[in-house]
């Protein structure tokens, strides 16, 4: 009688992948095959004549044993296709495992965490059923309640509900430029811009940690040609005019302040080194705002007062 041939999933782990350093030092029993197919990453470290392939051992002294479960956890050959295989990307795992699957070139996962972050973004943003924000509903979110109908109690806690929703907000466009997360990034440049737009209710947010997170992502500045005059005679402009562009890996802020000759009036006569000196440049920018909200403010209260004394006329011509 032949022997009963041994399946192949019950076959032993044949590599052990060591996680941490020292006492916090976890040693795991993985398969390279399940490492190979699941990550390029791996397949080549295992396919060639490596230490590691060699050795069945893989050393990562700087990362966390915790995070390395839930990393395995969604390619262990032991546990995909079991009853109760819970490993799930949701928003409060994501931001953990995006280095992971990032680091190891794992792009369907890498996927799933972007679109995961992404509807976190929408949810910290609108106060909204699904995430879909009407017109109305994008500003009643942000609006500062009235000094007349708030207590000072409410006040507070809008004001700080609404700061700390903000601060999730540019830290999620930070960790999305990191990794490459454009859905993320999008979604977050979106509110942003909307902020921007609303300065006379938003300024507060924009405060100096906030605006250097910001002026950081759109630096490097350069200097280039002047798209602008391809559409002109060569007559009508000045050769070889130069303009500055923000070559960072998020240009929200830039496209705004540009938006009020921003890199004119104020950039003017700067080098491109004092430029780039993020620490004077956000000093700068925050100044920047909030001189764009105290004028917007300036503007808004006037227009009111021109609609009323407009209607005080209309009334009294009507008497």
């Known amino acids: 009688m032949s022997p009963t041939p041994k399946k192949i999933r019950s076959q032993p782990a044949d590599v052990i992948v060591a996680v941490g350093s020292d006492a916090n030092m976890q040693e795991f029993e993985c398969y390279k095959i399940a490492l190979s197919f699941a990550s390029p990453y791996f397949d080549a470290m295992l396919s060639v004549d490596m230490v590691e392939n060699n050795s069945s051992r ?24 079991a009853a109760k295989h819970d490993a799930n990307i949701s928003k409060d795992n994501a931001m953990t495992l995006t280095p992971w699957f990032h680091e190891f070139q794992m792009e369907a996962f890498l996927v799933e965490c972007d679109q995961v972050l992404s509807k976190k973004v929408i949810s910290l943003s609108w106060e909204s059923p699904g995430g879909v924000p009407t017109d109305q509903q994008e500003k009643s979110y942000w609006k500062k309640p009235s000094k007349l109908l708030a207590s000072a109690s409410r006040k507070k806690f809008i004001d700080e509900l609404q700061k700390s929703e903000f601060k999730q907000i540019i830290e999620l466009l930070q960790f999305a430029c990191v990794y490459d997360l454009e859905k993320t990034k999008v979604e977050a440049e979106y509110t942003i811009k909307f902020l921007l737009d609303e300065l006379e209710e938003t300024s507060d947010l924009f405060d100096r940690p906030t605006t250097k997170v910001l002026v950081d992502l759109f630096l490097p500045i350069v200097e280039e040609e002047d798209q602008r005059t391809l559409f ?22 830039w496209n705004y302040l ?17 430029i780039n000196n993020s620490g004077m440049l956000a000093v700068l920018v925050e100044t920047t705002i909030e001189l764009y909200a105290s004028n917007l403010e300036k503007c808004r209260v006037e227009a009111l007062f021109k609609d009323a004394l407009s209607s005080h006329k209309k009334a009294a011509a009507r008497e």
């Open 58 to 81: 893989i050393e990562f002294p700087d990362k966390s044993p915790e995070e390395w479960k839930l990393f395995y956890s969604f390619i262990d050959p032991k546990k995909i296709g």
């Open 232 to 253: 002109f005679d060569e007559d009508e402009c000045e050769e070889g005019l130069k303009c500055l562009v923000s070559r960072g890996k998020s240009t929200v802020l």
């Open 258 to 274: 540009v938006c009020y000759d921003f890199e004119i009036d104020s950039l003017g006569g700067l080098s491109l080194d004092a």
